[in-house]
């Protein structure tokens, strides 16, 4: 409600996030707001991968896992984050990434870092790519579109490579920026 007194945001395919089972939600990554307003007007709660320097502050600390946030420690192979994620996904949850790593200062989609093609390859979980188009800016438009599932079965059949699987998910996001902007 508050994110609706600011912006105006339109939500586009919020049926095609799967009403149970798990779900890997990827979205392009254009601001620090990002998590807040896709797991905010996605249909189910949304756990995310959050870097690990936030809960160095002691107030994120305690907040971020309230809100369903794990820590990852980026730039190597963190063991624990991908763990953690891939349990979320085996309980049925929704883990929420950016596949980028870090934010866009362009806007363009940048490209895609192996992890989410790890989660999307070892999980059965339904692969969402999702995208925000616009800018924060107090009350200017908003798009946040959730896209169909992509058809995850050949490419783990194919026993692809984590890369590979990024690809796909990445072209999936590019796809609704394409659309929609």
């Known amino acids: 409600m508050f994110f609706?007194?600011?912006?105006?945001?339109?939500?586009?395919?919020?049926?095609?996030?799967?009403?149970?089972?798990?779900?890997?939600?990827?979205?392009?990554?254009?601001?620090?707001?990002?998590?807040?307003?896709?797991?905010?007007?996605a249909p189910r709660p949304v756990h995310y991968m959050a870097k690990a320097e936030l809960f160095e502050n002691r107030l994120l600390n305690w907040l971020l896992p309230k809100l369903g946030a794990f820590p990852i420690k980026r730039g190597s192979s963190d063991r624990q984050a991908l763990r953690t994620g891939l349990g979320h996904l085996k309980e049925g949850h929704v883990v929420g990434v950016f596949p980028e790593g870090t934010r866009s200062k362009t806007g363009e989609l940048g490209q895609g870092l192996a992890g989410v093609g790890f989660f999307a390859l070892r999980s059965k979980a339904h692969v969402v790519p999702c995208a925000v188009i616009g800018r924060y800016r107090p009350f200017s438009k908003l798009t946040i579109v959730y896209g169909e599932p992509l058809n995850f079965n050949a490419v783990r059949e194919r026993k692809a490579s984590a890369e590979e699987a990024t690809e796909e998910i990445m072209k999936g996001i590019q796809q609704l920026l394409n659309t929609y902007r």
């Open 4 to 41: 609706r007194l600011f912006f105006r945001v339109k939500v586009i395919g919020k049926e095609n996030v799967p009403k149970s089972e798990s779900v890997l939600l990827c979205s392009n990554h254009i601001s620090n707001l990002d998590p807040p307003f896709v797991g905010g007007f």
